[in-house]
């Protein structure tokens, strides 16, 4: 009996181990690829979690212009739940909120959620940061990717602001080359202290491509996990 306690009392004390840094270290978000458009033209995808100090459910919803790399016309929606999170669930269901309530927007943007990205490429999670870029290849059209995220910092604290943009190098099946820079360097994000390529996809035809980036955000209590995407016609 005294070694089932002891078991029991490590179990607790291994666990809390475990968790503790987790909340500290704020919350991290859970990204969902809700899929292109028929003509690869509108690109859709959520976000949710649970706020760290709250422990409210919370989620988002982005429909975005994959040409001008923008929001369509309001193409965004937020939604954070009025009570905690109950015991035993991991806040989901305020995902399928808003995707509820972004049905008419889908069906606005010819979005069914059964046309999501063609995977080109994902970072692991704990795999170290590619410091001299990414490579990958559509294996499909034949042509080969090298991805190379520059970002710039000034002030610290409460006072960071952060952007960044995205060198992409496209070499075609009959080696062709071509250089795009996908994102907005002229945007500054507070409180921004880092930026990885975290997936890229494809629409079906390859002809849209999206970028799917982690940003680590400073919070009070630590950092947070959230995602944003930078898109391109190639």
Request: glycine share 10%.
């Amino acid at each position: 009996m005294m070694m089932i306690k002891s078991a029991r009392r490590l179990c607790l004390g291994i666990a809390f181990l475990i968790c503790a840094p987790r909340i500290r270290a704020g919350d991290t978000a859970s990204f969902v690829d809700l899929g292109f458009s028929p003509d690869g033209g509108i690109y859709m995808f959520a976000q949710y979690g649970v706020l760290s100090e709250s422990l409210k459910p919370w989620a988002d919803l982005y429909a975005v212009n994959v040409q001008s790399n923008s929001f369509v016309s309001n193409g965004t929606i937020s939604y954070v739940h009025n009570r905690p999170l109950s015991f035993g669930t991991d806040g989901s269901g305020a995902l399928y909120r808003v995707i509820a309530q972004g049905a008419s927007l889908a069906s606005r943007c010819g979005v069914t959620f059964l046309n999501p990205g063609k995977p080109q490429y994902l970072a692991f999670e704990g795999a170290p940061l590619e410091s001299g870029g990414i490579d990958f290849r559509d294996f499909e059209t034949g042509s080969s990717y090298h991805a190379a995220l520059r970002a710039s910092y000034e002030g610290t604290g409460v006072q960071l602001k952060s952007s960044f943009s995205i060198t992409l190098e496209q070499t075609a099946k009959n080696g062709t080359r071509r250089t795009y820079t996908v994102g907005s360097p002229g945007l500054k994000r507070p409180l921004v202290r880092d930026y990885r390529i975290r997936r890229v996809v494809t629409s079906e035809s390859g002809a849209s491509m999206v970028f799917i980036i982690e940003m680590t955000k400073l919070n009070g209590s630590g950092v947070d996990i959230r995602y944003m995407v930078e898109t391109l016609r190639l």
